[in-house]
């Protein structure tokens, strides 16, 4: 499957409120129950009308994946370049908006998407190792500008150390185990990796910044 993520401009009305419906679905009750006919009837358009935008329930879903890395991609990019804000204000920010996203995925879908539908769980685990470098590339070598990271560490190290790490406490069998959701873990994962990686000027900010 691609990993190139569709812009918004390529997505069409009824295709996005195909996307919007589906996904609300998926996070209530789960994928492997869903069935075209259920989509249909929640659009209130006929079956036939579903399959002119989408071939299957697999592509649907893949949209709705899609949708989600989209989403956070243009959140991140729109608050890396905004110049008003402090560092420690991005990386509040975006764990913030993170994790507002990851509550709408719980272990109970991955786990669905793991079994029924493989592929689709790949899709999401190649979209994290594609994107999710150059977001926290991004971020990294920004709060070494500002001085609140460490100007020893190698964002490439510190990326390919992160990015296992997070697989792994992604994957439902962690989730299930720890009794955490996606948003949890995202929290307290973000709150340890930047704890060894913000200088003390940064740590202090970003301290006071929890506390207000």
């Not at 990294?140 to 990326?159: K, S, W, Y």
């Amino acid at each position: 499957m691609p990993t190139t993520l569709p812009s918004a401009s390529t997505i069409t009305a009824p295709r996005a409120r195909i996307l919007l419906q589906a996904r609300t679905h998926f996070i209530t009750h789960g994928y492997s129950s869903c069935t075209m006919d259920d989509l249909a009837r929640e659009l209130g358009m006929s079956k036939k009308t579903l399959y002119l935008h989408y071939a299957n329930k697999e592509a649907i879903m893949e949209g709705v994946i899609d949708g989600i890395f989209a989403d956070v991609r243009a959140m991140a990019a729109a608050l890396f370049a905004d110049r008003t804000l402090s560092f420690t204000e991005k990386l509040h920010r975006f764990t913030e908006g993170m994790t507002k996203r990851f509550t709408t995925i719980s272990p109970q879908l991955l786990r669905d998407l793991q079994r029924f539908a493989p592929k689709l769980y790949q899709h999401i685990e190649d979209l994290r190792h594609t994107h999710i470098p150059v977001i926290f590339g991004q971020l990294l070598q920004q709060g070494q500008t500002a001085g609140m990271v460490r100007a020893e560490i190698d964002p490439a190290f510190a990326i390919a150390f992160w990015r296992p790490a997070i697989q792994s406490l992604m994957h439902p069998d962690t989730l299930e185990r720890l009794q955490l959701r996606p948003d949890q873990v995202f929290n307290q994962a973000i709150t340890l990796f930047f704890g060894g990686l913000l200088t003390p000027a940064g740590r202090k900010a970003h301290e006071k910044l929890l506390a207000r």
